[in-house]
T-cell receptor, first 117, second 118 residues
Framework: AQKITQTQPGMFVQEKEAVTLDCTYDTSDQSYGLFWYKQPSSGEMIFLIYQGSYDEQNATEGRYSLNFQKARKSANLVISASQLGDSAMYFCAMRERENTGFQKLVFGTGTRLLVSP | GAVVSQHPSRVICKSGTSVKIECRSLDFQATTMFWYRQFPKQSLMLMATSNEGSKATYEQGVEKDKFLINHASLTLSTLTVTSAHPEDSSFYIC??????????????FGPGTRLTVL
C-alpha cells in the first residue's frame, strides 16, 4: 500500500510567488518523522525540512515551511518567494520503524516544480 | 555540515565486470548508511541498510550476492555490483544518518553514481 502520496506530478509557479506541494501519508505509528528533499537535475538529494509527529508547531527553514495537519495526515511543503533555482524534483518521505526496530525512509513519487521568470 | 561524498560519480563498464561505489560521510560519523537505486523519472527505492561492523540488511527482492555492501568504518560504506549486466544500469545513491542525529534521524545523501553497463 502506498504510504506516501504525492498527487501532483508537476507544478508551475512564477518567480517570487509561493507554491504548495502536497503530501499525504499513511501510518499506524504514533511516532514518525516527515521529510522533504529536493533533487535538482544533478541528482543529489538535498534535505530541506523535517517535521516530527509530536512537534506542535509547523517546521520552518528559511523559505520552506511544512504545513503539518496530523488529523488529515498531510505534510505539505510551502515554498515562499520562489526562485529560478527552485526548479527541481521534490520528494516527500516518511521515516517508518519496522518490527525489527530498523528505521527507514519511504519516499513518495515526487513532484516536479518548474519556476518561470 | 553533513556532507556525503560518493565516488565515482559516473561509471561505464562491460557486462560481467564488477563495480565498486564508495560512500563517505565527510564531516560526521554515521553508524548507519543506506543504499538506494533510482530509475529514470522514478522515486528512490531502498536496496539495503548498512550498519558499521555488521552485515547489511537487504530489502526484499535485492540479491545480496549481487550487491555486496561493506561498512568498514563510521565514515565509509561501499557497494559492489558484482558481474554487472545491462539491467543493473541505474542511478545509485547513498545516504548517511549521523550517529548523533538529535532524534530526527535525518539522512544526508551523496551526489549519486550513474552506472551504465554495456
Amino acid at each position: 500500500a502506498q504510504k506516501i502520496t504525492q498527487t501532483q506530478p508537476g507544478m508551475f509557479v512564477q518567480e517570487k510567488e509561493a507554491v504548495t506541494l502536497d503530501c499525504t501519508y499513511d501510518t499506524s505509528d504514533q511516532s514518525y518523522g516527515l521529510f522533504w528533499y529536493k533533487q535538482p537535475s544533478s541528482g543529489e538529494m538535498i534535505f530541506l525540512i523535517y517535521q516530527g509527529s509530536y512537534d506542535e508547531q509547523n517546521a520552518t527553514e528559511g523559505r520552506y515551511s511544512l504545513n503539518f495537519q496530523k488529523a488529515r495526515k498531510s505534510a505539505n511543503l510551502v515554498i515562499s518567494a520562489s526562485q529560478l533555482g527552485d526548479s527541481a524534483m521534490y520528494f516527500c518521505a516518511m521515516r517508518e520503524r519496522e518490527n525489527t526496530g530498523f528505521q527507514k525512509l519511504v519516499f513518495g513519487t515526487g513532484t516536479r516544480l518548474l519556476v518561470s521568470p | 555540515g553533513a556532507v556525503v561524498s560518493q565516488h565515482p560519480s559516473r561509471v561505464i563498464c562491460k557486462s560481467g565486470t564488477s563495480v565498486k561505489i564508495e560512500c563517505r560521510s565527510l564531516d560526521f560519523q554515521a553508524t548507519t548508511m543506506f543504499w538506494y537505486r533510482q530509475f529514470p523519472k522514478q522515486s528512490l527505492m531502498l536496496m539495503a541498510t548498512s550498519n558499521e561492523g555488521s552485515k547489511a540488511t537487504y530489502e526484499q527482492g535485492v540479491e545480496k550476492d549481487k550487491f555486496l555492501i561493506n561498512h568498514a568504518s563510521l565514515t565509509l560504506s561501499t557497494l559492489t555490483v558484482t558481474s554487472a549486466h545491462p539491467e543493473d544500469s541505474s542511478f545509485y545513491i547513498c545516504s548517511a544518518r549521523p550517529t548523533n542525529s538529535g532524534g530526527t534521524d535525518t539522512q544526508y545523501f551523496g551526489p549519486g553514481t550513474r552506472l551504465t553497463v554495456l
